[in-house]
């Protein structure tokens, strides 16, 4: 089972993309905890 979690790790696209993705997801997260941050001051 722990194989194919390495396997794909491995692979240079599927490293790129989980990565960009992982990019996207904090970027959201922190663009939506700002908004909750300005939403509480005002």
Sequence with gaps: MLQLPILLWRDMKSRQTALSNL????????TQEQKQLYGGLV
């Excluded at 990019?23 to 922190?30: C, D, K, S, V, W």
Aim: charged share 10%; glycine share 0%.
């Design 23 to 30: 990019l996207i997801l904090m970027a959201e997260l922190t």
